[in-house]
C-alpha cells in the first residue's frame, strides 16, 4: 500500500530534550516536506526536499534539523526542544521536484513541557 | 515571499445549496494551487488542483477557478452534502518547492 508513515504518532517530553520524528514514503517520490499545524495558523512549512542531500528551509524553520540521506527517509529533528513547538506535525511526499499534490502522513502529535 | 490570505474562515451553508471559498496570493512566481481537505482528526487530502496555465478544472461537484492577472483563486462545491464538511485548505507554490497554505476554511454542510 502506497503511504506516507511518521513515527511516534504521540510524544510527550521536556524542554531541552533532543527528539527526533521519523518520516518514510515508498512511492518513490523525489519532493518530501515538513508541516506544522496550529490552531487559526493553517500549514506551516518547516522544510522542504527536491530530492537526495537538498534541503531548504520552509517559512518556520527556526529550532529544526532535517535531513535528506535516503530517498524515502526525511527526519525531523528537534535539538532543544521548547513548549513553542508543541504542535501537530505533518511530513508529506509528492512525486516530482516540483509544484505538485502532497501526501500527507498521519501526523505527529507533540507536546513540550 | 508568498503570502496566501483564505476567506471566509468559517462558511456554514445548508445541505443542497453551493459553497465558495476564495483566497489571494502574493508572488507571481506561485503556479501551482492545490486545495485539500482535512476531516477532523485526520491528515489533509489533495481535492482538486490547478496549475497557472488552466483558468477552471472541474471534477464532479467541486471547482476550482484561477485569475492570475488578479493572482486569486476559488473552490466551488456544488450540491454540499453533510459530509462535506471539513477544514478546507487553499495553498500556492512554484518551482522552487516552497509551498505556503492559507489558514483554512471550515465548511458546515446543515442537514
Known amino acids: 500500500e502506497a503511504q506516507v508513515t511518521q513515527n511516534p504518532r504521540y510524544l510527550i517530553t521536556v524542554t531541552g530534550k533532543k527528539l527526533t520524528v521519523t518520516c518514510s514514503q515508498n512511492?518513490?517520490?523525489?519532493?518530501m516536506s515538513w508541516y506544522r499545524q496550529d490552531p487559526g495558523l493553517g500549514l506551516r512549512q518547516i522544510y522542504y526536499?527536491?530530492?537526495?542531500?537538498?534541503?531548504d528551509k520552509g517559512d518556520v524553520p527556526e529550532g529544526y534539523k532535517v535531513s535528506r540521506k535516503e530517498k524515502r527517509n526525511f527526519p525531523l529533528i528537534l535539538e532543544s526542544p521548547s513548549p513553542n513547538q508543541t504542535s501537530l506535525y505533518f511530513c508529506?511526499?509528492?512525486?516530482?521536484?516540483?509544484?505538485?499534490?502532497?501526501?500527507f502522513g498521519p501526523g505527529t502529535r507533540l507536546t513540550v513541557t | 515571499g508568498e503570502n496566501v490570505e483564505q476567506h471566509p474562515s468559517t462558511l456554514s451553508v445548508q445541505e443542497g445549496d453551493s459553497a465558495v471559498i476564495k483566497c489571494t496570493y502574493s508572488?507571481?512566481?506561485?503556479?501551482?494551487f492545490p486545495w485539500y481537505k482535512q476531516e477532523l482528526g485526520k491528515r489533509p487530502q489533495l481535492i482538486i488542483d490547478?496549475?497557472?496555465?488552466?483558468g477552471e478544472k472541474k471534477d464532479q461537484r467541486i471547482a476550482v477557478t484561477l485569475n492570475k492577472t488578479a493572482k486569486h483563486f476559488s473552490l466551488h462545491i456544488t450540491e454540499t452534502q453533510p459530509e462535506d464538511s471539513a477544514v478546507y485548505f487553499c495553498?500556492?507554490?512554484?518551482?522552487?518547492?516552497?509551498?505556503?497554505f492559507g489558514d483554512g476554511t471550515t465548511l458546515t454542510v446543515k442537514p
Open positions: 526536499s527536491m530530492n537526495v542531500e537538498v534541503t
Open positions: 490547478i496549475r497557472s496555465n488552466v
Open positions: 512511492m518513490n517520490h523525489e519532493y
Open positions: 495553498a500556492a507554490s512554484g518551482n522552487a518547492g516552497k509551498s505556503t
Open positions: 508572488d507571481s512566481a506561485s503556479n501551482y
Open positions: 508529506a511526499s509528492g512525486p516530482a521536484s516540483g509544484p505538485y499534490e502532497q501526501y
